[in-house]
Structure formats: structure tokens, C-alpha cells
């Protein structure tokens, strides 16, 4: 089976609180994003911590999609992680507007063998913003802030 | 809680194909690098996938560690996100060791509220053989080989 794996990892800012906290509503979220990135369903595990936060990880055929969150600050840390034809980055699209983030940062990492040989391989990474309030931050790696990639 | 957090993403090459396989070998293992990260784990899912490989996840108070097999390939990719004061590099010796592979490559990200403000920010990005004729790969974007980084 080829190995070869898109990741991403996406940073949620200015989210809702009482969402992030929410267990349901994230295990129901994040399985329709593994849905969304046309990615199969294995297991998942989804735990509540006290006083607050939620984890968990949906196991899909093609690799996982985990969450964390810390709904105090309205941040949520999510990977997606999937091989073969998946498409992480319309997971990323559910993502975005179920938590209702005003800011994301996002890493696309390759994985296994593809295009650039055995190798990680850092492809993108790019912030966005859904509102002008959104918190910045700064970074001196960030190599395009374009949305415009192909979701 | 302090949303700061190191992440390994990892790929591990040349590694012993009957061990990929084992399921409980794998859930062992993964769960000796978690406790060996100095992270508390909360709860995992292992799956072995027909013909072959295993998925698995184990949620750590600290965020959570994962892994995916190919034996067919000797391949395996791993993630160790830990938050707090957990040592991820740690875990990764672990399985540098437990799956016997010739080759690895290693790029470490940091994530949420750390000292390069509120971003993901790639902090190091490094291969390293245990044999001299393990595969090695061409990659533009590697900054730096060397394996003495404090572990």
C-alpha cells in the first residue's frame, strides 16, 4: 500500500469556548470531517478532561484525525493525517466553520513516499483569518498566507 | 493550562517488518515511549489492518501519541505531541530502538502559546541512520543532521 500521506496540522484561534468544551459536538464534528475528506472510519476515542477540554482521535483507514482543545483561550490544536486520495484540507473547511474560529495557522507536511522522495516535506504553511479582530501572531517561516489552494 | 506543545513527526525506515505487524507489540511499545516521554496516558486504540499494518493512538493527558506500519515497506510514521514538560525525544528513542530501524527522519514543530509567539513554528528538521546502508533520501529543506540535541 503506498505510504505516501498528506498531514496537516491546523491551529484554531477565537473559537467558541462552550463548543470546545463540548465532547459531543466534537466527536460528531470531528467525524464528519473524516467524512468530509472522503476518509473511512476505523475507531475513534474522545475524552472529556476536568475542569475542562476535550481530546480525541478518529483512527480512519488512511491514518488519523486527532483534536485537542483548551476552551478557556478558544484553541483547538488538530491534525489531519491521511494517505492515498483523501483530501485533509476540506476536514480543515468543517474544522473552521463548526468551531466558528476567527483565526487559523496551518502546516502541510508530505509523508512516506511521494513526489519528493522519502522525505517529510514541508509544502505549506499559511495563516488565515475570518474576521479583522482575529489575534496575529508572527512568524518568520510562513511561507504563503494565500487561501487560495485548490479547497 | 499552557496550550505550548512539541510535536515529533517521524518516519521511521528499514525497520523490522514482522514487529510492524504485531499489533501487541506495537500497543506495548507505544505505551513504554509515552511513559518514557514522562506523559500520563488516559486511554489508547490499537487496530491491525488485513493484510497487513497497524494503527494505533494513545491519548496522554499531554495530548497524544500515534503510529501507522507498513511492514511491507519496513516503514512506519509516528507522531509524539506532548504539551507541558513532557520529552517527546525520549519517546522517539524508544522507537528508534524497539522497531530496530536502519533510518529515520524527524521534523519538530511547536505549537500554540510558546516563545516564537502564538504559532506553529518548525524548529528542527533532521535525519539520522543507525546503518550504514540504510536508504537516505534528498530532501532541499533539512537544516540540520546532527542527532545531539539534548537527548
Redesign the interface.
Known sequence: ?D?F?R?L?V?Y?GCDGELLNDLDFIEVLMKRAAVAARATI????F?M?APQ?V???V?V?E??L?I?T?P??G?A?V?F?T?GDCKPELAHQELLAGLRARAF???L?H???GA???????ER?LRGVSDPMA?V???G??VSASLGWGV
Not at 476505523?42 to 476515542?45: H, L
Not at 519528493?116 to 514541508?122: A, I, N, P, R, T
Request: hydrophobic content about 30%; aromatic content about 8%.
Open positions: 500500500m505510504t500521506g498531514h496540522l491551529e484561534r476505523v475507531t475513534s476515542t475524552h478532561f477540554g481530546s480525541g482521535v483512527v483507514q491514518s488519523h486527532s485537542h483548551w478557556e483561550r484553541y490544536a491534525d493525517y494517505c495557522e496551518l502546516m507536511v509523508r512516506g513516499d519528493h522522495g522519502s522525505c517529510l516535506h514541508m504553511h489575534p501572531c508572527a512568524s517561516d510562513v
